[in-house]
C-alpha cells in the first residue's frame, strides 16, 4: 500500500512495469505512485508536460535549437562601391544572399528572407555612404511583408562627409532583436536614408569599398532560431 507519503513504495510495486514507464508523481499534490512516460525524442515533438526525458534527447534538442542559423550579406567585389542603391526618404530592400542556412523551412529568394514558425533572435548592419559634405541620417528595419509590420526597428546613425577629411564617411547602422511567429512569414531587411548631403542628391550608395582585395560587405544579417 501506498497510502501517504510516509509509507514509501514497496518492492513489489517496482518489480514490474510497462517499457518507456518510470514511477512517480506528476499530479502537482501528494498521491499514490503511478507510472510516468519516459521519452527519448530528439525533437521533443509530444511537448509534454507530465514526461520524463532521456539525458540524451535533452542534450540533443539543445544542441540543435542552437546551432540553427541563417546568414545572409549583401557583397560585392572588392574595390567596387555598393551596388544598392538607398533613395532619400525611402526604405529600401538590402541586397541580402544566403551564405548559408541550417535553419529548417528558411529560405530567400530576390532579398526576402522566408522563415517558418518560431523565435529568432537577429542581429545586422547596413553601410550608408554620404554624397559630398554634409550628413545621411540613416537607420534599418527588419520588415514583415506577409502582415506589412515592422517587426525590429534599428537605430538611428549618421554618417557624416567633410570636404578633403572625410568626404566619403561611411557609419554602419545597426539592428538587434527578437521575433515571434505563429507561422511562415516574410521579410526584408530595409535601409532608411533620411538626407544625401549638401549635394542634394536623390540617393546614396549603400556602402563605399576599402579595396582589401576580398569581397566588400555592405550589409548583413545573422538568424539564429531559438525555439
Same mark, same amino acid.
Given at each position: 500500500?501506498?497510502?501517504?507519503?510516509?509509507?514509501?513504495?514497496?518492492?513489489?510495486?517496482?518489480?514490474?512495469?510497462?517499457?518507456?514507464?518510470?514511477?512517480?508523481?506528476?499530479?502537482?499534490?501528494?498521491?499514490?505512485?503511478?507510472?510516468?512516460?519516459?521519452?527519448?525524442?530528439?525533437?521533443?515533438?509530444?511537448d509534454s508536460?507530465?514526461? *520524463?526525458?532521456?539525458?540524451?534527447?535533452?542534450?540533443?534538442?539543445?544542441?540543435?535549437?542552437?546551432?540553427?542559423?541563417?546568414?545572409?550579406?549583401?557583397?560585392?567585389?572588392?574595390?567596387?562601391?555598393?551596388?544598392?542603391?538607398?533613395?532619400?526618404g525611402q526604405?529600401?530592400?538590402?541586397?541580402?544572399?544566403?551564405?548559408?542556412?541550417?535553419?529548417? $523551412?528558411?529560405?530567400?529568394?530576390?532579398?526576402?528572407?522566408?522563415?517558418?514558425?518560431?523565435?529568432?533572435?537577429?542581429?545586422?548592419?547596413?553601410?550608408?555612404?554620404?554624397?559630398?559634405?554634409?550628413?545621411?541620417?540613416?537607420?534599418?528595419?527588419?520588415?514583415?511583408?506577409?502582415?506589412?509590420?515592422?517587426?525590429? +526597428?534599428?537605430?538611428?546613425?549618421?554618417?557624416?562627409?567633410?570636404?578633403? +577629411?572625410?568626404?566619403?564617411?561611411?557609419?554602419?547602422?545597426? +539592428?538587434?532583436?527578437?521575433?515571434t511567429i505563429?507561422?511562415?512569414?516574410?521579410?526584408? +531587411?530595409?535601409?532608411?536614408? $533620411?538626407?544625401?548631403?549638401?549635394?542634394?542628391?536623390?540617393? *546614396?550608395?549603400?556602402?563605399?569599398?576599402?579595396?582589401? $582585395?576580398?569581397?566588400?560587405?555592405?550589409?548583413?544579417?545573422?538568424?539564429?532560431?531559438?525555439?
Amino acid at each position: 500500500d501506498s497510502s501517504s507519503k510516509t509509507t514509501g513504495v514497496t518492492f513489489s510495486k517496482m518489480q514490474h512495469i510497462s517499457t518507456a514507464k518510470v514511477l512517480g508523481n506528476v499530479s502537482g499534490s501528494e498521491g499514490d505512485i503511478t507510472e510516468i512516460d519516459f521519452k527519448d525524442e530528439d525533437d521533443m515533438s509530444s511537448d509534454s508536460a507530465t514526461a *520524463v526525458a532521456s539525458q540524451q534527447s535533452i542534450k540533443a534538442y539543445i544542441a540543435s535549437v542552437g546551432n540553427q542559423f541563417f546568414h545572409l550579406q549583401q557583397k560585392n567585389t572588392s574595390g567596387t562601391q555598393s551596388s544598392d542603391s538607398l533613395t532619400i526618404g525611402q526604405y529600401v530592400k538590402r541586397s541580402v544572399v544566403s551564405q548559408g542556412n541550417t535553419i529548417t $523551412g528558411a529560405s530567400e529568394s530576390s532579398s526576402v528572407i522566408t522563415l517558418p514558425a518560431g523565435t529568432y533572435e537577429i542581429k545586422a548592419f547596413g553601410m550608408a555612404r554620404t554624397d559630398g559634405n554634409g550628413t545621411t541620417p540613416h537607420r534599418l528595419r527588419l520588415r514583415n511583408t506577409s502582415d506589412n509590420t515592422t517587426a525590429i +526597428l534599428g537605430g538611428v546613425v549618421v554618417t557624416i562627409g567633410q570636404s578633403g +577629411l572625410d568626404n566619403e564617411a561611411v557609419a554602419a547602422a545597426p +539592428l538587434q532583436g527578437y521575433i515571434t511567429i505563429s507561422g511562415t512569414k516574410n521579410f526584408e +531587411l530595409q535601409h532608411y536614408a $533620411g538626407d544625401g548631403g549638401t549635394t542634394g542628391s536623390s540617393s *546614396v550608395a549603400g556602402g563605399f569599398p576599402v579595396g582589401s $582585395g576580398e569581397s566588400e560587405v555592405y550589409a548583413d544579417i545573422l538568424i539564429r532560431k531559438v525555439d
